[in-house]
């Protein structure tokens, strides 16, 4: 009985430490790049604005203007680039369904063959790809995944996409405007909310890095302040130019 229950309790600790984060992102790596993104560009035009000596009611409009202007614009592109990609990948599907319905045994053989190359006894290979091809969307999928690395029932939602980054972007580049539309008159308060925000995404994206987050929260904020401090330094220069 003890040894069972030493067992049962490994077991469960082996259970327990080895689970996997999420190497892929999954929904957070999109979201925190979207609301990065709209921080650090919307921050860097404003200051770069700023730095030109314009009225604050300037620097609000330009900031509302990157707000919608970027945010529209990355909804646009992850649209198209998610909508293409998952028209690729129905072409690449059409083109195996077509082969499986022609050449089944063809297709059998070369499954078999794969798990072969991967150590499995050749009798057994054999017997393993003659059941999975016997339903075709069962052979459509295990093909798709041996041959082709996709998931055909987990293809990403453009739609999904383009929302996600419209919102995300939105509220990353809606931060240097907010103490603005809240009654600042000066760039210091939105310049510390906004340095603030970056080092809680870089800090968030330490959950999908091996890195620790002060790491991470500290590169992402010498990375956008450093942005900008160098558009600042550009609308002095350009300011002073034009004026």
């Known amino acids: 009985m003890a ?52 009225s604050h009611q300037t620097i609000v409009i330009t ?23 998952r028209e690729l990948v129905q072409a690449e599907l059409d083109v195996e369904r077509r082969e499986l319905r022609r050449h089944p045994q063809d297709e059998e053989d070369e499954l078999a063959a794969l798990y072969v190359a991967r150590g499995v006894a ?29 998931d055909p029932g987990d293809l990403p939602s453009p739609l999904v996409a383009a929302v996600s980054s419209f919102g995300s972007f939105a509220l990353g580049a809606l931060l240097p405007v907010l103490p603005y539309l809240l009654g600042a008159t000066a760039l210091w308060p939105a310049l510390v909310l906004a340095l603030i925000g970056l080092f809680g995404c870089g800090a968030v994206v330490a959950k ?18 450093a942005a900008a401090g160098v558009t600042y330094a550009l609308g002095v220069l350009f300011g002073t130019a034009v004026g």
């Not at 600790?13 to 993104?37: E, K």
């Not at 050749?122 to 093909?143: M, N, T």
């Not at 999908?208 to 302040?225: E, I, K, N, P, Y």
């Open 208 to 225: 999908v890095t091996a890195r620790s987050w002060w790491f991470s929260g500290l590169r992402q904020l010498a990375l956008g302040g």
């Open 63 to 85: 900031g509302l203007a990157g707000l919608a202007a970027g945010a529209f614009s990355m909804a646009a592109g992850e649209y198209t680039s998610v909508a293409s990609q």
């Open 3 to 54: 040894i069972i229950e030493t067992e049962a309790a490994l077991h469960e600790a082996h259970r327990d430490n080895h689970t996997h984060r999420d190497v892929n992102g999954g929904w957070l790596r999109p979201a925190v790049f979207g609301a990065m993104d709209g921080l650090v560009s919307n921050l860097a035009l404003m200051t770069g604005v700023a730095g030109g000596s314009v």
């Open 122 to 150: 050749p009798e057994l290979a054999r017997e393993v790809a003659r059941q999975l091809s016997e339903d075709p969307e069962q052979a459509l999928e295990i093909h798709a995944r041996e041959e082709l690395g996709i």
